[in-house]
Structures are given as structure tokens and as C-alpha cells.
């Protein structure tokens, strides 16, 4: 299966023959966006895991990993999740922590949309952190949430070409 990932697929909109993603991952919570670019430097800290939003709104990037049949390692959507202070700033005083990913996982909530899901912005998540240098993995916990049920049951190649023809034509689905 590994073999047909790496020869792409044939795309049922354009024809044409894609790379097949295995991740697909956003840059920035969606809070950001609602921030003017010329208020991003008195309202906005934000680096490539963490981010604040005007001193009081807290972000951090994680992955949501989704078991693909037949395969060892994951699909991933990379997105970001709003914490409490507490939990930012925890997470912070551990970053370099050798077995901090031994702490319970904590709660937060998805600050981005992903539209082949239909609305996904706040739903909760239980964060587990991971070793020192890996993202957190987040897992949603609405049970009957298409991409919570993904994750628990896992998904098929087919699915991944269906999600990948999506990303590339998104507007002609
Ligand atoms: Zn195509």
C-alpha cells in the first residue's frame, strides 16, 4: 500500500495524477484571521507551535492523528487548539522536559476549520502531550463527530484520495 502512495493517484475531478498527502497542516489558528495585519504586532505573538492572541488568548499546534488501514503510521491534520493560561504556560515550562509526554492530557478546543469535515472550530479535544521535540496529539471528543469517528475507526486509501481531491478542487466539491 506504501507503493501506491508513493505513485499518487488518478484525481476522479481533473483527471490528472496528484501526489497523495498524508498530512495536510495549518499555519495559524483561525483567530488570527480575524486580526488586520497591521494589529499583528501590538496584538499577535506567535511562532511555529505557540501563539498568543492579545495577551490573553492562548494557542497551541498539535497534530490529529487518524490510523490509515493497512498502514503503521498515520494521517495527520496539523491545526491548532485554543488551552487555558494554565495549560499554555505548563506546557511551556515543559517543552524541554525529557518525559513530560508522562503528564495527563489536558483540554482544548479546535481553532480551525476544516470544511471537509463541516464545522470543526471549538470542538473539544483531549491534548496528550508527546516526547520532547514531537507536537501534541489531539483527540477529539465529540464520539459522533465525522473526524472523531475517523479517528477512532480509522481510514481507508480511498478516503485519503476523497480528502486529497477535495484540498486540490475545493471548490468542485
Ligand atoms: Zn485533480
Redesign the pocket.
Known amino acids: 500500500m506504501a507503493s501506491a502512495v508513493s505513485s499518487g493517484f488518478v484525481?476522479h475531478?481533473?483527471g490528472?495524477r496528484?501526489v497523495l498527502p498524508l498530512s495536510y497542516s495549518v499555519n495559524g489558528p483561525e483567530a488570527v484571521m480575524a486580526i488586520p495585519p497591521e494589529e499583528f504586532e501590538s496584538r499577535l505573538t506567535i511562532t511555529r507551535d505557540q501563539c498568543v492572541v492579545d495577551g490573553k488568548d492562548f494557542y497551541l499546534r498539535g497534530r490529529i492523528p487518524i490510523p490509515i488501514h493497512g498502514m503503521d503510521e498515520p494521517f495527520i491534520w496539523g491545526v491548532w487548539a485554543e488551552v487555558s493560561p494554565k495549560n499554555f504556560l505548563h506546557t511551556a515550562e515543559l517543552w524541554n522536559t525529557e518525559g513530560r509526554e508522562q503528564g495527563p492530557p489536558f483540554t482544548g478546543y479546535l481553532n480551525n476549520q476544516l470544511p471537509i469535515y463541516g464545522d470543526t472550530l471549538n470542538l473539544e479535544v483531549g491534548i496528550q502531550t508527546q516526547p520532547v521535540g514531537r507536537r501534541p496529539s489531539f483527540f477529539v471528543k465529540d464520539a459522533e463527530h465525522l473526524i472523531a469517528r475517523e479517528q477512532r475507526d480509522g481510514i481507508s486509501l480511498a478516503r485519503i484520495e476523497q480528502i486529497a481531491?477535495f484540498m486540490?478542487?475545493p471548490a468542485a466539491s
Open positions: 484525481c475531478i481533473c490528472e496528484h481531491e486540490y478542487h
